[in-house]
T-cell receptor, first 111, second 112 residues
Framework: GDSVTQMEGPVTLSEEAFLTINCTYT??????LFWYVQYPGEGLQLLLK?????DKGSNKGFEATYRKETTSFHLEKGSVQVSDSAVYFC??????????FGTGTRLKVLA | DTGVSQNPRHKITKRGQNVTFRCDPI?????LYWYRQTLGQGPEFLTY????????KSRLLSDRFSAERPKGSFSTLEIQRTEQGDSAMYLC??????????FGQGTRLTVV
């Protein structure tokens, strides 16, 4: 069946460091791919998405590119801030928006 | 519209009791989802409604769980004879047919 694998956390970075959170997926066909973020005490919020191969999703300085050949959707940001501290979830979906989530990666950014 | 609303935010119950959670989706969304999230894990799909019809149920949804969405508006999730293993965050989400899902803040259930 479909699945999503994320790098384990926590990831601890200094402010202004470069961020990469790895995400790979297993699925037949062409699912849509998403990154959701969960700030402390809040619900899941959509960060970015990509619906077909080679699409790049971007938002708030975060980017991820849908790579069909490597079945990956890695999240990157060039310069993280303390306010980016949160748990990040990679997910896939097939049309009905029934998501399959990864286990989440906790990011902690130190001032 | 302030988004997906879930009530209560927290629920502590004794093992064996029944509990019911409510979800109010974004008003123009016809799709509604329930997920369960345990500590250190990503959300797991439980069930999905399109309008008032429950179209899919996960195998995670045992016979003790029932969800309804009367009139295609709000939804309730009931757990009967709660067990300690039911302790989790229960998330509701809604979407239109062409866009991504928006999640509520969840109901945290603790079974003691």
């Amino acid at each position: 069946g479909d699945s999503v694998t994320q790098m384990e956390g926590p990831v601890t970075l200094s402010e202004e460091a470069f961020l990469t959170i790895n995400c790979t997926y297993t699925a037949t066909g062409y699912p849509s791919l998403f990154w959701y973020v969960q700030y402390p005490g809040e619900g899941l919020q959509l960060l970015l998405k990509a619906t077909k191969a080679d699409d790049k999703g971007s938002n708030k300085g975060f980017e991820a590119t849908y790579r069909k050949e490597t079945t990956s959707f890695h999240l990157e940001k060039g310069s993280v801030q303390v306010s980016d501290s949160a748990v990040y979830f990679c997910a896939l979906s097939r049309g009905t928006y029934k998501y399959i989530f990864g286990t989440g990666t906790r990011l902690k950014v130190l001032a | 519209d302030t988004g997906v609303s879930q009530n209560p935010r927290h629920k502590i119950t004794k093992r064996g009791q029944n509990v019911t959670f409510r979800c109010d989706p974004i008003s123009e969304h016809n799709r509604l989802y329930w997920y369960r999230q345990t500590l250190g894990q990503g959300p797991e799909f439980l069930t999905y409604f399109q309008n008032e019809a429950q179209l899919e149920k996960s195998r995670l949804l045992s016979d003790r769980f029932s969800a309804e969405r009367p009139k295609g508006s709000f939804s309730t999730l009931e757990i009967q004879r709660t067990e300690q293993g039911d302790s989790a965050m229960y998330l509701c989400a809604s979407s239109s047919e062409t866009a991504e899902a928006f999640f509520g803040q969840g109901t945290r259930l603790t079974v003691v």
